[in-house]
């Protein structure tokens, strides 16, 4: 009598079987650890503007490596203070169709937060206007509230701005008719009122603007001006000295000898993204590798110090706002 064939016997060999049992159970294994992964991502959301894209432009790459899942969402504008975010926000609830109120590339604010769950939420005031607290108010407060309703689990935090280069021919508001008159005073003022705000809605802040200027002010590692350069009569392509500069500086366009002491250099911005990591994994950017290359390995060990003691560090006594 002949032998009944096993319902899963359609002549292939037992070796075969073993060989697609590994693969269905490693493809399953695969899908399981992919949603696991993005169960435990950190889900970044900013709004901000160039600034917050200086700040964060190394931040993946640092998360990579610590082996941190990592999802970032912007609402960002070029420029964009707090006030003109919420006048965009406003628009749309008032209109969902107005243009004015999708100025992130077609889309709102509304819009956009709506696409996931965020875990962390950030807010700035836009550079120039840093300095000046009135600028904040009611537009942080508001900002805040419309975001704490959308985003009700989500931990809402304050992410401080820079001082502008010493060598900068302007600096920020600090009053309706008055600006900072150095890169010590902006910082102190800026300083102040990020504070003040946080304070005032409980949140907490990253301190980017802490971490720049400890550098900045620092003997040994701030940037100097090159005293020996002809500013009066360049010539391209040579540029002045800008050893361990935080922001751009001096560049050549079109044989114009360009100027830009508000946004970070690749330094400013692997500075600004080893404060963020910090902050977000409360863990010490001392063990990463990483650093772009136009940042020297020494340097880069400082950035990665100052980051970690800007962060880690206990809070200090905050400078009184007059």
């Known amino acids: 009598m002949r032998a009944r064939k096993h319902p899963l016997?359609?002549?292939?060999?037992?070796?075969?079987?073993?060989v697609l049992l590994f693969l269905l159970v490693?493809?399953?294994?695969?899908?399981?650890s992919s949603k696991k992964a993005d169960r435990h991502a950190l889900r970044l959301f900013m709004i901000g503007n160039s600034f917050s894209q200086n700040a964060s432009k190394y931040l993946p790459e640092l998360s990579q490596e610590a082996g941190h899942t990592l999802i970032i969402g912007r609402a960002e504008l070029g420029g964009c203070s707090l006030e003109r975010h919420w006048?965009?926000?406003?628009?749309?609830?008032?209109?969902?169709?107005?243009p004015k109120g999708k100025p992130y590339h077609g889309k709102s604010l509304k819009m956009l937060l709506a696409e996931?769950?965020?875990?962390?939420?950030?807010?700035?005031?836009?550079?120039?206007?840093?300095?000046?607290?009135?600028?904040?108010?009611p537009y942080a407060r508001q900002l805040y509230e419309y975001v704490k309703k959308l985003q009700p689990q989500a931990k809402i935090v304050l992410h401080q701005t820079w001082?502008?280069?010493?060598?900068?021919?302007?600096?920020?508001?600090?009053?309706?008719?008055?600006?900072?008159?150095?890169?010590?005073?902006?910082?102190e003022k800026s300083r102040a009122a990020y504070h003040a705000t946080a304070k005032e809605l409980g949140i907490s802040l990253i301190p980017n603007g802490?971490?720049?200027?400890?550098?900045?002010?620092?003997?040994?590692?701030?940037?100097?001006?090159?005293?020996?350069?002809?500013?009066?009569?360049?010539?391209?392509?040579?540029?002045?000295k800008q050893n361990h500069s935080l922001h751009v500086g001096y560049f050549w366009k079109q044989n114009e000898l360009g100027f830009?002491?508000?946004?970070?250099?690749?330094?400013?911005?692997?500075?600004?993204?080893?404060?963020?990591?910090?902050f977000l994994f409360q863990e010490?950017?001392?063990?990463l590798s990483f650093h772009p290359q136009e940042v020297d390995t020494d340097f880069a060990e400082q950035l990665k110090k100052t980051a970690w003691k800007t962060v880690s560090s206990p809070k200090k006594k905050q400078p009184v706002l007059k």
């Open 116 to 137: 996931g769950t965020w875990d962390v939420i950030t807010l700035q005031q836009a550079s120039i206007l840093s300095g000046n607290l009135e600028t904040y108010q």
């Open 87 to 98: 006048d965009h926000a406003q628009a749309a609830e008032r209109n969902p169709e107005d």
């Open 210 to 240: 802490d971490a720049f200027w400890a550098i900045s002010s620092d003997p040994q590692w701030g940037y100097q001006k090159d005293t020996e350069f002809n500013f009066d009569h360049p010539k391209p392509p040579a540029l002045p």
């Open 9 to 18: 016997d359609y002549s292939f060999p037992r070796a075969s079987y073993l």
């Open 260 to 278: 830009d002491s508000h946004h970070a250099n690749a330094a400013g911005c692997y500075l600004g993204s080893l404060v963020w990591y910090s």
């Open 163 to 187: 001082a502008y280069r010493v060598d900068s021919k302007d600096f920020t508001q600090i009053g309706k008719e008055h600006s900072a008159r150095t890169a010590q005073e902006m910082w």
């Open 284 to 287: 010490s950017p001392l063990k």
């Open 26 to 32: 490693h493809i399953a294994s695969g899908q399981s």
